[in-house]
């Protein structure tokens, strides 16, 4: 039973406790009665949340980075949540696929993507989208941050980034380096450093990032710009040297190896990160709770030791901060792909 001190009525509308409803007035009551009743049922299964299993949907195929992640938060978030949580790949367009799936999905809270920072760069890598990533999405909390390192083959003299500059700048347009594929983090980030160098780089792309290393290994290509966690095999092997780490700060994984900033190079900072989003509808509770859950996630030891073995440091924050930080970064990545020229279908 609802129990209320004050009437179901507009107070300019108030009779004497005593005095009989109009018309008028028994149908306004009605009405709030019906309209306090018909908001039960959401905000009963808002508090119920979550009441059935979620899905975690992955924009890429199985077996890479963003799938990897996936399948190692889903357990974790699992447990902190009390239901099962279903990964579903769905692949395609950069990522661009599975972030539509839950710009169009009922904003219930049960239907999660797992962004990459591939999210922030489509934004103007693409000429068109079918959906508005900063208008039907809603950021909920960062999972992880995996850097990319500046790395070269061991013919290329270079033992740091000032040095990689300064053989650059001898050798104008000539040292070249390789990408996953023109529009990738390879490609832009390696844009960025050129920029910021203020030197000339040959870019030379490749289908996928396996392709490229094996290129710069052979010593086919110079130098090239990569996630840590592919390219930590080779560097732990001295098979390619790394001069420096293009994140903000220096990486958990390599701390002896200092970032392009420390070395001179200011406003370098490049990583593929990985967070949570959610339909920009959900309500603002479910968001925080779910926030909540992935911060205790990120301070557990055993996801932050897994993440390790995948180059990857694992993040937190709220809600607002990982949305500014997205927006951010749509603005960071929109300058470098237009003096790139790069674009995508």
Request: proline share 7%; with cysteine; aromatic share 6%.
């Amino acid at each position: 039973m609802i129990r209320t001190s004050t009437p179901l009525l507009p107070a300019a509308g108030r009779q004497h406790p005593r005095a009989p409803c109009t018309g008028s007035m028994a149908s306004a009551f009605a009405l709030g009665l019906f309209s306090l009743f018909a908001a039960l049922p959401a905000a009963m299964a808002q508090q119920a949340w979550p009441a059935k299993p979620l899905r975690l949907v992955v924009g890429f195929a199985p077996g890479g980075n963003v799938d990897i992640t996936a399948r190692t938060l889903s357990p974790v978030l699992s447990e902190q949540l009390g239901q099962p949580i279903l990964v579903e790949n769905r692949a395609g367009a950069g990522g661009n696929v599975g972030a539509e799936v839950v710009a169009r999905s009922a904003p219930d809270g049960y239907t999660l993507l797992l962004g990459a920072s591939s999210l922030a760069v489509n934004v103007s890598l693409y000429s068109s989208l079918p959906f508005d990533p900063l208008k039907d999405l809603v950021a909920v909390a960062p999972v992880s941050n995996v850097p990319l390192v500046l790395t070269v083959n061991t013919r290329v003299p270079a033992k740091d980034a000032k040095e990689y500059v300064a053989l650059a700048r001898t050798r104008k347009g000539i040292i070249t380096y390789a990408s996953a594929g023109t529009g990738t983090s390879n490609h832009l980030t390696g844009e960025l450093f050129r920029s910021v160098a203020k030197i000339e780089l040959i870019h030379v792309p490749y289908k996928g990032s396996g392709a490229a290393l094996g290129d710069l290994v052979g010593g086919q290509v110079d130098s090239m710009f990569d996630q840590l966690s592919s390219s930590l095999p080779f560097i732990r092997a001295g098979k390619v040297r790394v001069l420096g780490v293009t994140s903000a700060k220096r990486s958990g994984v390599l701390p002896e190896v200092p970032t392009l900033a420390e070395q001179g190079f200011a406003g370098i900072d490049s990583s593929t990160w990985l967070g949570v989003f959610v339909q920009s509808a959900t309500p603002r509770e479910l968001v925080q709770r779910l926030n909540g859950s992935l911060q205790k996630v990120a301070r557990n030891p055993a996801f932050r030791e897994r993440l390790a073995t995948l180059g990857a440091d694992a993040l937190e924050s709220s809600p607002e901060q990982f949305a500014q930080f997205f927006r951010d970064e749509v603005a960071l990545w929109a300058r470098i792909v237009k003096s790139s020229g790069a674009k995508a279908e």
